[in-house]
């Protein structure tokens, strides 16, 4: 395990992720929600097929526990499904908020469950920061109360942490087979919510959001990769950590693109949420002996 791999792979992750809210801004005004994530989809299922054929690697995961695996071709779209039903439903930062801190709750228990973690004080330290911010960076936020739009934000947060634990259990050895499954049911399960859903599938075609959704994919084939070395070389619970940058890479992006300038609190939450990302770091800096 190289925990600095680890980390800088999640951190890097957690930039690319940072650039997703822009750009599904400017996809949205020409495809519908479930339509643009079946595109998006599609497209790294492409990709990664093609990588695949290049490398003549066998589709075949027997060797991979089928409950295992069928959970992880399963979480991944019910995580950005129910995500979606949590905004549109109810209010962004309640269902950024409930992702995150229900994310890291389920970490933190499974990490020490199933992979033997330890408790130590630097990933309190984090894990506390980062609570912090999140209040900070989602004020204000209303009232969780028992909603629908809760309910949703709380099963993505699970169906996100879910994803990522499987992510290390499964390991890097199958990473593009894997992917590729896991991208396929994603693009026909989305397609499908598309088409009963009634949405309007394509509202406008300009060739900005085409080429935005064709970068989305090759972004999606990125971080899927680095979220597969990086949580098989980093604590599984200071990874959910590391990759909460996103807000912090997000805001800075908004800022400069979209001219989205946030407010005195959320400029403090997102400062915090990244010192809780060094705090993560700590974790693998060795002390030198003086000896």
């Excluded at 709380?154 to 894997?178: E, M, P, Y």
């Excluded at 590729?180 to 009963?196: I, P």
Aim: aromatic share 14%; proline share 2%; with cysteine.
């Amino acid at each position: 395990m190289n925990k600095k791999v680890g980390f800088y792979s999640l951190l890097l992750s957690g930039l690319i992720f940072g650039t997703f809210p822009m750009l599904i801004r400017f996809i949205t005004s020409s495809f519908g929600t479930f339509t643009q994530i079946s595109l998006r989809t599609a497209i790294a299922a492409v990709i990664v097929g093609a990588i695949l054929f290049r490398n003549k690697t066998s589709l075949n995961v027997r060797h991979i526990h089928p409950i295992a695996l069928l959970l992880f071709f399963l979480a991944f779209p019910l995580d950005v499904i129910f995500y979606t039903f949590a905004i549109v439903t109810g209010k962004a930062t309640n269902a950024l908020f409930l992702l995150f801190a229900v994310s890291l709750l389920f970490s933190l228990i499974t990490g020490t469950l199933f992979f033997k973690e330890k408790i130590s004080y630097q990933k309190i330290i984090a894990v506390v920061l980062l609570l912090i911010g999140l209040v900070c960076f989602t004020h204000p936020f209303d009232s969780l109360g028992l909603t629908m739009a809760t309910i949703f934000g709380l099963l993505a947060g699970f169906f996100d942490a879910l994803t990522n634990l499987l992510r290390k259990h499964i390991g890097v050895a199958d990473r593009w087979v894997t992917l590729f499954y896991q991208y396929l049911t994603m693009g026909v399960l989305t397609f499908l919510l598309g088409n009963f859903s009634g949405e309007i599938m394509i509202k406008n075609i300009s060739i900005i959001p085409i080429a935005i959704i064709v970068i989305y994919g090759i972004l999606n084939v990125s971080t899927g990769s680095l979220l597969a070395i990086g949580f098989s070389n980093f604590d599984f619970n200071l990874g959910t950590v590391v990759l909460a940058s996103e807000l912090f890479f997000g805001a800075i992006f908004n800022t400069i693109f979209l001219h989205e300038v946030p407010t005195t609190i959320e400029a403090v939450g997102g400062l915090i949420i990244f010192a809780a990302v060094l705090a993560a770091n700590l974790t693998f800096a060795p002390r030198e002996s003086r000896a």
